[in-house]
C-alpha cells in the first residue's frame, strides 16, 4: 500500500492482558520502526527492522515487550501482561532504507488503554 | 535525558504572519535534523529536513535554519495559514552508526493560527 496500515485504531485491555498491534509498511520499504507516545509527550523509540530482521532494539522494555516482522505478513507488537503505565499511542513507520537522511513515514496510530 | 527540546508548548500567530517554532538539541552526535508536523489522530507527517552540513533549506513557505555552535534549528513558516495549526516535532538523527534514521524527537510545539 502507499500509506503505513495499522491495526486496531484502539485497544482497551484490562491489567495483566495480552495486548497486540499490527502495521502493514508501505510496499517496498524494507526499514519498520515502533514509537511510543504517552500523553501526547514525546515519541520513545522501541525497535526497527530491516525486513524481517531486528536491526535496533535499544529501545524496548526488556520485559513483557516482543516484536516480529515476519514474510507477508503485517508487522508486530505485543504486549504481554500490560500494564497501566503501557498506555499510549504506538506509532508504527517504514522507510525505504536505512540511511541517516531517509525520512520516515508513520501511520496513524494505535492508541491502547490499559485499565 | 532530554536530547531534543523544544521549550515552546504552544505558539499562536495570525494568519498572513510569521510562525517560528524553534528546537535546542544537546547531543553533537546528531547529524540530521526533521520537522514533523502532526494534526490530532493521525501520525506525525514529513515536513522539511536540513543536514548538518548546511545552515539553512527552503522549500515553499517553510524554511529550516540551523545554528551548529548554538545546537539550534528553528522552522519559519510564511505566511501563516489556518491550516498550519497542528503539533509540530523536531526530531533529530545521529551520523549514520548503523542504527540510522532512529529518530530522538522533541515534545512539541503547538501552532495555532488564527484568522
Known amino acids: 500500500g502507499e500509506e503505513v496500515a495499522q491495526t486496531p485504531k484502539h485497544l482497551v485491555r484490562g491489567e495483566g492482558q495480552k495486548a497486540k498491534l499490527y502495521c502493514a509498511p508501505i510496499k517496498g520499504h524494507s526499514y519498520v520502526f515502533w514509537y511510543q507516545q504517552v500523553l501526547k509527550n514525546e515519541f520513545k523509540f522501541l525497535i526497527s527492522?530491516?525486513?524481517?530482521?531486528?536491526?535496533?532494539e535499544t529501545g524496548m522494555p526488556k520485559e513483557r515487550f516482543s516484536a516480529k516482522c515476519l514474510p507477508n505478513s503485517p508487522c508486530s507488537l505485543e504486549i504481554q501482561a500490560t500494564k497501566l503505565e503501557d498506555s499510549a499511542v504506538y506509532f508504527c513507520?517504514?522507510?525505504?532504507?536505512?540511511?541517516?537522511?531517509?525520512?520516515?513515514?508513520f501511520g496513524s496510530g494505535t492508541q491502547l488503554s490499559v485499565l | 535525558d532530554q536530547q531534543v527540546k523544544q521549550n515552546s508548548p504552544s505558539l499562536s500567530v495570525q494568519e498572513g504572519r510569521i510562525s517560528i517554532l524553534n528546537c535546542d538539541y544537546t547531543?553533537?552526535?546528531?547529524?540530521?535534523f526533521l520537522w514533523y508536523k502532526k494534526y490530532p489522530a493521525e501520525g506525525p507527517t514529513f515536513l522539511i529536513s536540513i543536514s548538518s552540513i548546511k545552515d539553512k533549506n527552503e522549500d515553499g513557505r517553510f524554511t529550516v535554519f540551523l545554528n551548529k555552535s548554538a545546537k539550534h534549528l528553528s522552522l519559519h513558516i510564511v505566511p501563516s495559514q489556518p491550516g498550519d495549526s497542528a503539533v509540530y516535532f523536531c526530531?533529530?538523527?545521529?551520523?549514520?552508526?548503523?542504527?540510522?534514521?532512529?529518530?530522538?524527537f522533541g515534545t512539541g510545539t503547538r501552532l495555532q493560527v488564527t484568522l
Open positions: 513507520a517504514s522507510s525505504r532504507a536505512g540511511t541517516t537522511n531517509e525520512k520516515l513515514f
Open positions: 547531543n553533537s552526535m546528531f547529524d540530521y
Open positions: 527492522f530491516q525486513n524481517e530482521n531486528v536491526f535496533d
Open positions: 526530531a533529530a538523527s545521529p551520523r549514520n552508526t548503523g542504527t540510522a534514521s532512529k529518530l530522538t
